[in-house]
């Protein structure tokens, strides 16, 4: 078989050079005519960067320090970045349609109805997160100005939805910690009326200091009645029943042991006719002060509890007022954008190099099928005439 090199060709492109540098110069120019037709687009940017996302009051205090995380931690345990929602905002049909408003992007565009304004702009525009969490915004027009108007109106329209949406997060918050702070209050009397009851019910001042006053005062009426007792043994074997001193000091003793008693608490006297809550100034019978003390230490805990939950739910609903009433921006402009200097497209001098090279190579290849064809005319006849002869019987 006969081997060819690259100076066999050669000869080729040389017999049909007029066809290539025709062809060539033809789509050349047909394409630079071509791209001057078409309309020219020019894209402005602008660069933003979302503050620090504040937690909300009731997630930063059930997760210390959650206001402080970075933005890439802060999606991992559940808490909104603000990026993120940055784009939800931008890519909605109800920003995307105040922008159209405002520039008359229905004439501008010659859109036949609002609606496909607002989509031909949503084709228009670009939007890119960066790892920081910046966000780079691109809009895409017929003129210089129009590009650049719409990327700030777009930013600016951004920034304002932005903090119209957290206006409506705080409102919301504080609606429900205003419920929340009013049943807490409800729940806070209740258990107050409740451990108040139980306090006059029982005598229950300070229970810790009254016990340990009982106790004092149960230890001076015991000795003092043992002394007693000791005394009226050694008096009643000194002299008859129906003495003076020893009924004097037998009535003593009987009162020591009843008010030792007492103090104490003895079930059969009580059912007897003990002395109420109001008679008794130290308190309960200390008896009855285990289980009293149970009692009176879960009631306090559930009052208590109830006041550490209202001054939480207080501050959280103060705060949530302050996030209601603020109205400060939202987003920082790094990079405003300005009319750009360079149209974006059409990039005629690549169209039109693509289509003379394009152009080139097809020549080339269709003169190497002509000269192919012309080489062997004669066999390729002869198909065709066989092809014909096949064909009419």
């Given at each position: 078989m006969e081997q060819r090199n690259l100076l066999d060709y050669v000869p080729v492109l040389v017999k049909w050079r007029?066809?290539?540098?025709?062809?060539?110069?033809?789509?050349?120019?047909?394409?630079?005519g071509v791209s001057l037709l078409l309309p020219e687009r020019w894209t402005a940017r602008t660069s933003l960067l979302p503050p620090e996302e504040e937690a909300v009051g009731i997630g930063r205090s059930l997760l210390p320090g959650a206001g402080g995380l970075p933005l890439g931690l802060a999606?991992?345990?559940?808490?909104?970045?603000?990026?993120?929602?940055?784009?939800?905002?931008?890519?909605?049909?109800?920003?995307?349609?105040?922008?159209?408003?405002?520039h008359e992007l229905v004439r501008v565009y010659e859109a036949p109805h609002r609606d496909a304004a607002i989509e031909w702009l949503s084709e228009a525009v670009e939007s890119e997160l960066g790892?920081?969490?910046?966000?780079?915004?691109?809009?895409?027009?017929?003129t210089p100005k129009l590009a650049a108007d719409l990327a700030n109106t777009l930013a600016a329209l951004l920034d304002s939805l932005n903090r119209e949406y957290r206006r409506r997060q705080a409102s919301s918050l504080r609606g429900f910690l205003e419920g929340r702070v009013r049943s807490t209050r409800e729940e806070l009397g209740a258990d107050a009326s409740r451990l108040r009851d139980f306090q006059d019910a029982h005598g229950v001042v300070d229970i810790e200091a009254q016990t340990a006053a009982a106790v004092d005062v149960a230890k001076g009426l015991?000795?003092?009645?043992?002394?007693?007792?000791?005394?009226l043994g050694v008096l009643?074997?000194?002299?008859?029943?129906?003495?003076?001193?020893?009924?004097?000091?037998?009535?003593?003793?009987?009162?020591l042991d009843r008010q030792l008693r007492a103090l104490v608490g003895d079930l059969s006297r009580r059912m007897g006719g003990a002395p109420g809550a109001s008679e008794r100034p130290l308190g309960p019978p200390l008896k009855e002060l285990p289980g009293l003390m149970q009692d009176h230490a879960a009631l306090t805990l559930?009052?208590?509890?109830?006041?550490?939950?209202?001054?939480?739910?207080?501050?959280?609903?103060?705060?949530?007022?302050?996030?209601?009433?603020?109205?400060?921006?939202?987003?920082?402009?790094?990079d405003p954008a300005?009319?750009?200097?360079?149209?974006?497209?059409?990039?005629?001098?690549?169209?039109?190099?693509?289509?003379?090279?394009?152009?080139?190579?097809?020549?080339?290849?269709?003169?190497?099928?002509?000269?192919?064809?012309?080489?062997?005319?004669?066999?390729?006849?002869?198909?065709?005439?066989?092809?014909r002869g096949h064909l009419r019987k």
């Open positions: 007029r066809l290539l540098v025709a062809g060539t110069l033809a789509a050349t120019a047909a394409a630079a999606g991992l345990v559940g808490l909104p970045i603000p990026s993120e929602r940055l784009l939800t905002l931008l890519q909605s049909r109800r920003l995307l349609g105040l922008a159209v408003d405002r790892d920081d969490g910046s966000l780079v915004l691109r809009a895409t027009a017929a015991a000795f003092e009645l043992s002394l007693k007792q000791v005394e009643s074997r000194q002299v008859a029943s129906d003495h003076a001193d020893r009924q004097a000091l037998a009535m003593r003793v009987d009162e559930q009052v208590k509890m109830r006041e550490e939950v209202l001054l939480f739910l207080g501050a959280q609903l103060e705060e949530a007022k302050v996030r209601e009433a603020r109205d400060t921006p939202t987003l920082q402009v790094l300005t009319p750009p200097k360079a149209r974006s497209a059409p990039r005629r001098a690549l169209l039109t190099a693509a289509a003379g090279g394009s152009a080139a190579v097809l020549l080339v290849l269709l003169a190497f099928l002509l000269e192919a064809w012309q080489r062997d005319g004669a066999a390729h006849q002869q198909r065709l005439e066989a092809i």
